[in-house]
């Protein structure tokens, strides 16, 4: 059974950092493009980051480009996103997800940020 | 960016009946490989996204079938058969077509 297990979120101050964690199990990571996606409480969904097999590829969301890192290790079948300069307008639930071509098929629980003095 | 636009933003409905969204992009999702990416998401209250449909009218593992999409160019319909008490929720039309991934704003889905 896939899963995708996210964690790291927290209370942080405007300008601060955090570092998202997701934890893969149930597949062979090494083999996939894998995305976060994050929902500002009460909004709709925004694609933020996808990174391919090897962290050779990396595409980001305009908002976030020389703010936040996605990466990977394989080794650990993890998931990260590296979340610098924080803004109030970063605070949302972030999942991440499998990336299949064209779509996510499967998605974690999600972890909460919430960006505030 | 190309932009994503759902109606209705809200659908209520009666158990047992029909349900439609549509989806509409402000440029063609066929990508330069020929397909066109265009999905469908379900959000449950409480639940994170959860995938439907992908590439206009493929349904994901363990999609019951009383869920379909259909479309193409730059038009998308999502429909329920009939509207069963777990079909509550919020649904998103997404295009992976071009960066970045956009969605739609969101249909919620409520019973009558």
């Known amino acids: 059974e896939v899963q995708l297990v996210e964690s790291g979120g927290g209370l942080v101050q405007p300008g601060g950092s955090l570092r998202l964690s997701c934890a893969a199990s149930?597949?062979?990571?090494?083999?996939?493009?894998m995305s976060w996606v994050r929902q500002a409480p009460g909004k709709g969904l925004e694609w933020v980051a996808n990174?391919?097999?090897?962290?050779?590829?990396?595409y980001y969301v305009d908002s976030v480009k020389g703010r936040f890192t996605i990466s990977r290790d394989n080794a650990k079948n993890s998931l990260y996103l590296q979340m610098n300069s924080l803004r109030a307008e970063d605070t949302a639930m972030y999942y991440c997800?499998?990336?299949?071509?064209?779509?996510?098929?499967?998605w974690g629980h999600g972890t909460l940020v919430s960006v505030s003095s | 960016d190309i932009v994503m636009t759902q109606t209705p933003l809200s659908s209520p409905v009666t158990l047992g009946q029909p349900a439609s969204i549509s989806c509409r992009s402000s440029q063609s999702l066929v990508h330069s490989d020929g397909n066109t990416y265009l999905s469908w998401l379900q959000q449950r209250p409480g639940q994170p996204p959860r995938l439907l449909i992908y590439k206009i009218s493929n349904r994901f593992s363990g999609v019951p079938d009383r869920f379909s999409g259909s479309g193409a160019g730059t038009d998308f319909t999502l429909k329920i058969s009939r509207v069963e008490a777990e079909d509550v929720g919020i649904y998103f039309c997404?295009?992976?077509?071009?960066?970045?991934?956009?969605f739609g704003q969101g249909t919620t889905v409520e019973i009558k």
């Open positions: 997800s499998r990336k299949r071509t064209g779509y996510s098929d499967y």
């Open positions: 149930g597949f062979t990571f090494s083999s996939y493009w």
């Open positions: 997404m295009q992976a077509t071009q960066f970045p991934w956009t």
């Open positions: 990174i391919n097999q090897d962290d050779s590829e990396k």
